[in-house]
């Protein structure tokens, strides 16, 4: 436990609000030292060789982070959505790449699972998942199928008691490394023509006929896992269908609001973290004989700065509230995904800005940000798609 001066010690970057408790803030300690004494001395490095490292995802699975909503029976933390979020938020401060391994393996690999699964699919694949340092991906995105998601083309056809697999996938995480131990297909499960029947399958790795190609040459989270994936006539049992056959829309829409809080947070963090460098540098760059904080150009900067990110803070933690609460939050988690999102691009730039001509360097960590942030408008819903979901909220009545 953490004494009471440790707790003031945290709040030096991060108040406490109304939506935190002292279980929320010991969290936010706990993973915030973690990513400073791990993550930080070897983001950079990891960045510039692209490589995931399984190590180091396996000490962030030692500490908690796989599993961190799931009930503890099964293996998991059985913390609150707030929690969770808090730890994603306290990772994307310092590093993107971790972030979004821990994001999408509790988001759109465990999620969907805990959600939609049977008990047997629940007690076989939650516990390795959880506590078991294995990840797990979520296959949605295809070449053809983005924003679009029922332009998927991926099939699967039942056939004596098994699922037969043909299409592909682009731009999956984690689904390809040491410790990946499956996926979650999106596939159209009727044939011929009419509306498409969608559903969901899980697929272990290992499967024959099903492989993955990692995606090199990122411009961003150059340190996690991306692939595309390939089924060749994969055959899993008829009981892999995750939830009912044709409800695969149904769970991808559950998946991604959830998942848009995590992406929310990831953006929370970056521009935290974004923000922290721009006001360390601040204090010690000097020109004209002084600090430059001290030239109004600079510190209205980081006024707008602090600003964005309490009002972000303050709205994707509501979100969090509302779905622990068990009230409808669709709407909200799509205003934190897209104000989150947006705010790390403003905070970003303006940190790079106040660096000069370093922030364009990769010897300072804030040229990292500044390329990390840029997924964070397009995965999981563009902002565009962000801004659909928000108008049908109010517009429906």
């Known amino acids: 436990m953490y004494s009471s001066t440790k707790v003031f010690e945290i709040l030096k970057f991060t108040r406490m609000d109304i939506f935190c408790n002292k279980q929320h803030e010991l969290v936010r300690q706990t993973i915030r030292d973690f990513a400073e004494r791990e993550i930080k001395p070897v983001a950079r490095g990891l960045d510039d060789k692209e490589e995931f490292s399984v190590e180091l995802t396996l000490k ?7 599993g961190m909503t799931v009930p503890e029976k099964l293996g998991g933390q059985g913390m609150d959505t707030l929690s969770y979020i808090i730890a994603v938020e306290e990772l994307a401060r310092v590093d993107g790449s971790q972030a979004a391994t821990i994001a999408a393996h509790n988001s759109l690999g465990i999620g969907p699972i805990l959600k939609f699964g049977t008990k047997d699919q629940k007690e076989k694949y939650l516990p390795q998942l959880s506590s078991g340092g294995k ?28 699922w037969i697999i043909n299409g592909s996938k682009i731009f999956i995480t984690n689904a390809n490394t040491d410790i990946s131990a499956g996926v979650t297909v999106q596939a159209i499960t009727n044939a011929g023509e009419g509306r498409k029947e969608i559903s969901t399958i899980l697929v272990e790795k290992g499967t024959p006929g099903f492989t993955a190609t990692d995606m090199k040459g990122k411009m961003m989270w150059r340190a996690s896992n991306t692939t595309v994936l390939y089924f060749d006539n994969v055959k899993v049992p008829a009981k892999n269908l995750l939830g009912k056959r044709g409800g ?16 929310a947070a990831m953006g929370l963090g970056c521009a935290q973290g974004a923000y922290e460098l721009a006001l360390k540098y601040a204090k010690e760059r000097v020109q004209f004989g002084k600090a430059i904080h001290n030239f109004q150009a600079i510190s209205f900067k980081l006024a ?51 660096h000069g001509g370093y922030g364009l360097m990769k010897e300072y960590d804030v040229e990292r940000f500044y390329r990390d942030q840029r997924l964070l408008q397009i995965g999981e819903g563009t902002s565009e798609i962000q801004r659909l979901v928000i108008s049908r909220h109010i517009l429906k009545d």
């Open 135 to 162: 990840l797990w991906g979520f296959g949605l995105t295809e070449p053809n199928a983005g924003s679009d998601s029922r332009a998927s083309s991926t099939r699967a056809e039942l056939v004596n008691g098994n």
């Open 304 to 354: 707008d700065m602090a600003l964005k990110i309490e009002l972000a803070r303050n709205l994707l933690y509501k979100a969090c509230k509302l779905k622990d609460t068990k009230k409808p939050y669709g709407m909200e988690a799509a205003m934190a995904k897209l104000y989150c999102s947006e705010i790390a691009k403003e905070v970003a730039d303006e940190s790079v800005q106040i």
């Open 248 to 263: 695969g829309s149904k769970i991808m829409l559950a998946t991604l609001d959830s998942g848009r809080l995590s992406i």
């Open 60 to 66: 962030m699975a030692e500490i908690g982070l796989f």
